[in-house]
T-cell receptor
Framework: DGGITQSPKYLFRKEGQNVTLSCEQN?????MYWYRQDPGQGLRLIYYSQIVNDFQKGDIAEGYSVSREKKESFPLTVTSAQKNPTAFYLCASTRAAGGQETQYFGPGTRLLVL | RKEVEQDPGPFNVPEGATVAFNCTYS??????FFWYRQDCRKEPKLLMS???SGNEDGRFTAQLNRASQYISLLIRDSKLSDSATYLC???????????FGSGTQLTVLP
């Protein structure tokens, strides 16, 4: 089945630790996105990538980093500089960047700080 | 002012009721509009796009008023399975990014 997978489902981070969240899609989509959702709030854009080897900061990029070495993969690293990382992280993709196309979401990763 | 504002609810309605959600957006140049549904602890899923002429999909009707920068979603004959959070989403800007409202929570009661 085509879709977006995220792993792990739950992730625990210790203080000062970098952690990486995986996002893979087999939809042959060009654009991929990372969002963060806090309780009772909407999704906020962290980073997005419209094409391989290129990515742009979203509204809340500080403390995060990404890479886009392959079309199918867009991993997100939460660095120790992100002081409040506890949230629900959602990866999404769309066939063409910024078009009328629907964004498809992965099942999400819940990150908790120990 | 938030770019996309929704009444957070919660809306608690009996089965069979009609319920309406409203959403306002601040960017008059916004290009496209959507309603997404998000179940508890799950990812958002597209419910329907919103067109200027209004559009209907079964029990769901979406309306857009560009002059007032206002979007609505009407659910008729509510079902228990309609219980979820409904997110108003707007596509705008030169980078054509999606901006999400914080969502309206609906609980349909038996």
């Amino acid at each position: 089945d085509g879709g977006i997978t995220q792993s792990p489902k739950y992730l625990f981070r210790k203080e000062g630790q970098n952690v990486t969240l995986s996002c893979e899609q087999n939809l042959n989509h060009d654009a991929m996105y990372w969002y963060r959702q806090d309780p009772g709030q909407g999704l906020r854009l962290i980073y997005y990538s419209q094409i391989v080897n290129d990515f742009q900061k979203g509204d809340i990029a500080e403390g995060y980093s990404v890479s886009r070495e392959k079309k199918e993969s867009f991993p997100l690293t939460v660095t120790s500089a992100q002081k409040n990382p506890t949230a629900f992280y959602l990866c999404a993709s769309t066939r063409a960047a910024g078009g009328q196309e629907t964004q498809y979401f992965g099942p999400g990763t819940r990150l908790l700080v120990l | 002012r938030k770019e996309v504002e929704q009444d957070p609810g919660p809306f608690n309605v009996p089965e069979g009721a009609t319920v309406a959600f409203n959403c306002t957006y601040s960017n008059s140049a916004s290009q496209s509009f959507f309603w997404y549904r998000q179940d508890c602890r799950k990812e958002p899923k597209l419910l329907m796009s919103v067109y200027s002429s209004g559009n209907e999909d079964g029990r769901f009707t979406a309306q857009l008023n560009r002059a007032s920068q206002y979007i609505s979603l009407l659910i008729r004959d509510s079902k228990l399975s309609d219980s979820a959070t409904y997110l108003c989403v707007v596509l705008s800007g030169s980078a054509r990014q999606l901006t999400f409202g914080s969502g309206t929570q609906l609980t349909v009661l038996p």
